[in-house]
């Protein structure tokens, strides 16, 4: 898809409540449970790395070039103490040196694996506001809480089930506004691995601009495999996937731009390989280069599953913007 006509796709008007239904069900109980696995870890330990260096000068994104973590070692040979950035390293961002507290909304949460990973860099007496509409990704989340304490004993993290467009959504389950969220309330708005899921791309991105404070940033990371599909009225019914393949890092820098951010930037932030069952590598790809991925890749057994998978190489797209 170019890139005018991705932009142009965000601009028809989607029935994001239609979906809903959708997405809401793709976290299972049973999928919840299952969501946290080696490859999940290496992509969150790598976005932790890519949002604590974050840059929201005019600067292009760092770019990895090499291909992140070795996929024939236990957790790709990436441990959380030896490939996580060290507090006081240079490429840490002045936020998360910063002395003041921030306000940090993490937008489509899931199970908090990765402000889990982040919470001992925020600042003392900084809130985390994490929001999903998955009861069941929220449920795993909450059981995490009590290990952010030993992380960061003055760090406040708030969970909240809610849809931010779809009224008719929160009326059905009887789900309030979070007080939480409020315009201008917050210095940082992170967003992993969600976007691709997102019918309104653009309704979404507007509605979290509102929540930003003047001058706070926002960080998309996401899925790109080099081609983008939308499928935007015709959902995946396993996946609620809508838009396989993720989105170019040009595609979203138009949709920042047209939005009315500033120093709009994005790049691929790295490059990595994950094992992936036959049904993810059909609900995430884009539909023509599934069977070629599926012959040339490398195969293994997951004996805890009883599933064959496939070794896929997926890039990573990090895109930084300012209100
Ligand atoms: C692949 S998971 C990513 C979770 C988490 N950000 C992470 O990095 O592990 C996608 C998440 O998006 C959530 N989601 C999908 N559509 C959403 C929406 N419209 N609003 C909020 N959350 C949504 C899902 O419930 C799910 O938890």
């Known amino acids: 898809m170019s890139q005018q006509e991705a932009t142009s796709h965000f601009n028809q008007q989607h029935k994001h409540g239609q979906h809903i239904h959708n997405a809401d069900q793709t976290f299972t109980k049973e999928n919840s449970s299952r969501y946290e696995n080696p490859s999940l ?3 969150l330990k790598a976005n932790c790395n890519a949002i604590l260096s974050y840059d929201s000068s005019n600067q292009p994104p760092d770019t990895i070039e090499a291909v992140v973590g070795d996929y024939a070692k236990p957790e790709f040979g990436l441990t959380e103490e ?3 950035l060290k507090p006081n390293d240079p490429d840490v961002s002045p936020i998360f040196k910063s002395k003041k507290p921030i306000k940090m909304l993490d937008f489509a949460c899931g199970t908090g694996l990765l402000d889990y990973y982040l919470a001992s860099y925020l600042p003392e007496n900084s809130e985390i506001v994490g929001v999903d509409i998955s009861r069941n990704q929220l449920d795993i989340f909450e059981k995490r809480l009590d290990r952010f304490q030993a992380k960061n004993p003055t760090l406040k993290v708030k969970l909240a089930e809610f849809d931010i467009l779809n009224e008719e959504f929160n009326k059905k389950r009887n789900l309030s506004l979070p007080k939480e969220l409020q315009e201008n309330a917050f210095d940082l708005i992170i967003c992993s691995i969600s976007y691709h899921h997102f ?3 653009k309704g979404i991105t507007k509605k979290l601009k509102t929540y930003l404070k003047p001058q706070g940033d ?3 990371l ?3 495999d080099g081609q983008e599909q939308a499928f935007p009225d015709d959902p995946d ?3 609620a996937v809508a838009h396989h393949g993720g989105f170019s890092p040009e595609v979203l820098k138009s949709l920042f731009t047209e939005i009315g951010f500033s120093k709009v930037k994005a790049g691929i932030s790295y490059k990595f390989n994950v094992w992936m069952r036959k049904d993810v590598i059909l609900g995430h790809l884009p539909h023509d280069r599934v069977n070629h991925v599926i012959n040339v890749a490398k195969t293994q057994y997951n004996e805890d599953r ?3 998978e496939y070794l896929v190489e997926r890039s990573m797209s990090i895109s930084v913007c300012t209100k």
Request: aromatic share 14%; net charge negative.
């Open 218 to 220: 926002l960080i998309i």
């Open 199 to 201: 019918h309104d791309v």
């Open 306 to 308: 009883k599933e064959l």
């Open 237 to 239: 019914p396993v996946h």
């Open 41 to 43: 870890r290496l992509m």
């Open 222 to 224: 996401d899925f790109y």
């Open 82 to 84: 030896e490939y996580l």
